[in-house]
């Protein structure tokens, strides 16, 4: 069955870049659409950026100057970059794929990866 | 934006009762909501989509309802496994963005 995979640095130094990768095992990548979320300790869910099967790219207003999602289909792998990071950037970070052939509207994702934590911390 | 306002904030049942949740949209969204059930430790899991339809593997005392702005989740009668977080979601085109409710906790009474 299709599986997510996240992986990068636990530990991310202020100011610094974080950068994680979700890799998709199990299924095809494309024509599928992938999304970003996080969740900080204790507290809700908060989307972070979404990749269509056409290839847009939305971001959350409140990231958007500092994020970047990236792909490469040929190894099945989503990308995300997160610049100047603070400690309100810690979190459980998550890759998750879209459920409905849709551009973002109406979208549920079916599919998620076990998360990776990230600590913004010096 | 859309924002999502969930009710209650914690509801405190025991197994084998009805639980109804709820999910309030600030505008209209047709019936693009989805609900997602996360256990400690857990990833968020897939439980409706479409406001109403079951994802795959969900058993069926797990309804949804609603359109527009008000929504429900329903489980008819709670098994222990049931107690859990449990969060609305939408993506609108305008702004193109998703959005989650603050979650509701279940508990066991």
Not at chain 1, 22 to 27: D, F, I, N, P, R
Not at chain 1, 39 to 51: D, F
Not at chain 1, 64 to 92: E, G
Not at chain 2, 79 to 90: K, N, R, S
């Amino acid at each position: 069955q299709v599986q997510l995979q996240e992986s990068g640095p636990g530990l991310v130094k202020p100011s610094e870049t974080l950068s994680l990768t979700c890799t998709v095992s199990g299924g095809p990548f494309t024509p599928f659409s992938w999304s970003w979320f996080r969740q900080p300790p204790g507290k809700g869910l908060q989307w972070i950026g979404y990749l269509s099967y056409s290839g847009s790219i939305d971001y959350n207003p409140s990231l958007k100057s500092r994020v970047t999602i990236s792909v490469d289909t040929s190894k099945n792998q989503l990308f995300l970059r997160l610049s100047s990071v603070s400690a309100a950037d810690t979190a459980v970070y998550y890759c998750a794929r879209g459920a409905i052939f849709t551009l973002i509207r109406g979208n549920a994702f079916d599919i998620w990866g076990q998360g990776t934590m990230v600590t913004v911390s010096s | 934006e859309i924002v999502l306002t969930q009710s209650p904030g914690t509801l405190s049942l025991s197994p084998g009762e009805r639980a109804t949740l709820s999910c309030r949209a600030s505008q209209s969204v047709s019936t693009y909501l989805a609900w997602y059930q996360q256990k400690p430790g857990q990833a968020p899991s897939l439980l409706i989509y479409d406001a109403s339809n079951r994802a795959t593997g969900i058993p069926a005392r797990f309804s949804g309802s609603g359109s527009g702005t008000d929504f429900t989740l329903t489980i008819s009668s709670l098994e222990p496994e049931d107690f859990a977080i449990y969060y609305c979601q939408h993506c609108s085109n305008w702004p193109p963005m998703c959005s989650f409710g603050q979650g509701t906790k279940l508990e066991i009474k």
